[in-house]
């Protein structure tokens, strides 16, 4: 890949690290507001922890993305962006466009997508 697009990527990436680090603060900062709230019922209680749930999920789906960041900062780094970490064949730009951190090809993607079961893509999620 050319020093110019490595340079684009990057930019990207960086970018979307900073966006993830802001939303993460500021759902810390209205989770302090929240908690200093008096909970007037049961109804109220229910939807608190409902929206804690949520919100430790969301925070969760964006540790896995500020993670797959990391790894393709490094991998530019590395000299080893853009190329799929299953079968080694340069991911497109057009993908990478759309997703600057994908670690793979969209075919080895749907392959493994289509040999686990959804359990099985949950737990190597969590386990990143």
Request: aromatic share 4%; proline share 2%.
């Given at each position: ?29 209205n989770?302090?507001g ?8 049961i ?10 749930k ?75």
């Amino acid at each position: 890949m050319k020093k110019n697009k490595l340079k684009h990527f990057q930019s990207l990436l960086i970018n979307i690290r900073a966006e993830i680090a802001g939303d993460v603060e500021k759902a810390h900062q209205n989770e302090k507001g929240k908690e200093a709230e008096h909970m007037a019922d049961i109804s109220d209680d229910a939807a608190r922890s409902y929206e804690k749930k949520l919100q430790g999920d969301l925070e969760e789906q964006e540790w896995v993305k500020l993670k797959q960041v990391e790894t393709a900062l490094e991998n530019i780094d590395n000299e080893e962006y853009g190329t799929c970490a299953a079968c080694e064949i340069e991911i497109p730009e057009a993908r990478l466009e759309i997703m600057p951190y994908a670690e793979f090809c969209t075919q080895c993607l749907s392959k493994m997508e289509k040999d686990s079961s959804p359990d099985q893509n949950i737990l190597n999620i969590r386990e990143l």
